[in-house]
């Protein structure tokens, strides 16, 4: 059974940073393609990131050039840095694995493997 955990989620101030993490198990870590996700209250699920298994790196628009997302094999775990985040950042944030469908409504979505989530607040 694939796990994907969450870490590293919490409260912080405009401009402040947070690292979260996901370490999972129960799949090829370093063959796999991982993602990370946000959804917010009355927002659909929004891809934020994508971590290819050759180490290949896609942001969206709103996370370039503040967030950068890596991976450590070893650790069986990705990471997303994010820096000058923005009250417009809160919400809960997921990894995911094996997704076919990349552009889900909600978060966690019915297909993939995907972990429990961990809340980023942003307060101005």
């Known amino acids: 059974e694939v796990q994907l955990v969450e870490s590293g989620g919490g409260s912080v101030q405009t401009g402040g940073s947070l690292r979260l993490s996901c370490t999972g198990s129960?799949?090829?870590?370093?063959?796999?393609?991982l993602y990370w996700y946000r959804q917010a209250p009355g927002n659909e699920c929004q891809w934020v990131s994508t971590?290819?298994?050759?180490?290949?790196?896609l942001y969206e628009d709103f996370a370039k050039g503040r967030w950068t997302a890596s991976r450590d094999n070893a650790k069986s775990t990705v990471y997303l840095q994010m820096n000058s985040l923005k009250p417009e950042d809160t919400a809960v944030y997921y990894c995911?694995?094996?997704?076919?469908?990349?552009?889900?409504?909600?978060?966690?979505?019915?297909?993939?493997?995907w972990g429990q989530g961990t809340q980023v607040t942003v307060s101005s």
């Open positions: 995911a694995a094996g997704l076919y469908d990349l552009g889900p409504r909600t978060c966690p979505a019915p297909s993939g493997d």
């Open positions: 129960g799949l090829t870590f370093e063959t796999t393609t």
């Open positions: 971590i290819s298994r050759n180490g290949g790196l």
